[in-house]
């Protein structure tokens, strides 16, 4: 079983949509969850760290469910500019080790 | 955050040879990795690397074949050996600045093994 797993997409939605995923993680000792954005062709950035209570930055809302160890991402009022592939990403306790889905691609169109 | 450049961006290299990418950082970080990211998947790390000790490799990833530099808290290099059509990948440096765990990538380096 994969550590980290996503839904793959391609979710494909009209501007100004919202559009929500999920990614499920195997080990309940994990303590830091991240949503990563990545380009095509770039390097993938820090969207947002996912906290316990959830986390909101502008339009995107993150949530973290221990219990059934899954990580959501919510976008609301979609942008083209939102078009990307996103990765969920978990470390361990007390280990800088990241572990990257494989990706969910989102296409925002006209 | 770090801003972070890689060296080469792209490189087209025969099979048996050798590639060597620098991965240089603006501030001074304890905390450097390796990664790679095979076309169409998620990225990979091949190796942990902190100043002032060896290297740590992830399983299916040996010094032989990747071995790492670490000279001081801003620079590292990783080398790809005897290069084979199978490690065309792109190989990405990242920093973790802070005690977050939040790490920050280098654009990195696109290698093609002909």
């Known amino acids: 079983r994969k550590e980290v797993e996503q839904d793959p997409g391609p979710f494909n939605v009209p501007e100004g949509a919202t559009v929500a995923f999920n990614c499920t993680y195997s080990n309940s000792a994990s303590q830091s969850f991240f949503w990563y954005r990545q380009d095509c062709r770039k390097e993938p950035k820090l969207l947002m760290s996912?906290?316990?209570s959830g986390n909101e930055d502008g339009r995107f809302t993150a949530q973290l469910n221990r219990a059934s160890q899954y990580i959501s991402l919510l976008i609301r009022d979609s942008k083209l500019s939102d078009s990307a592939t996103y990765l969920c990403v978990v470390s361990q306790t007390n280990d800088y080790k990241l572990s990257f889905g494989a990706g969910t691609t989102v296409t925002v169109r006209a | 955050s770090a801003v972070i450049s890689q060296k080469p961006s792209r490189d087209i290299c025969q099979r048996g040879t050798s590639l060597t990418i620098q991965c240089q950082v603006d501030s001074q970080v304890t905390m450097m990795f390796w990664y790679r990211q095979q076309p169409g998947q998620s990225l990979t790390l091949i190796a942990t690397?902190?100043?002032?000790?060896?290297?740590?490799?992830e399983s299916g990833f040996v010094i032989d074949k990747f071995p790492i530099s670490r000279p001081n808290l801003t620079f590292s290099t990783l080398t790809v050996s005897n290069l084979s059509p199978e490690d065309s990948s792109i190989y990405l440096c990242?920093?973790?600045?802070?005690?977050?765990?939040?790490?920050?990538f280098g654009p990195g380096t696109r290698l093609t093994v002909t």
């Open positions: 996912v906290y316990s």
């Open positions: 690397a902190n100043q002032g000790s060896e290297a740590t490799y």
């Open positions: 990242s920093v973790d600045p802070g005690s977050s765990y939040e790490q920050y």
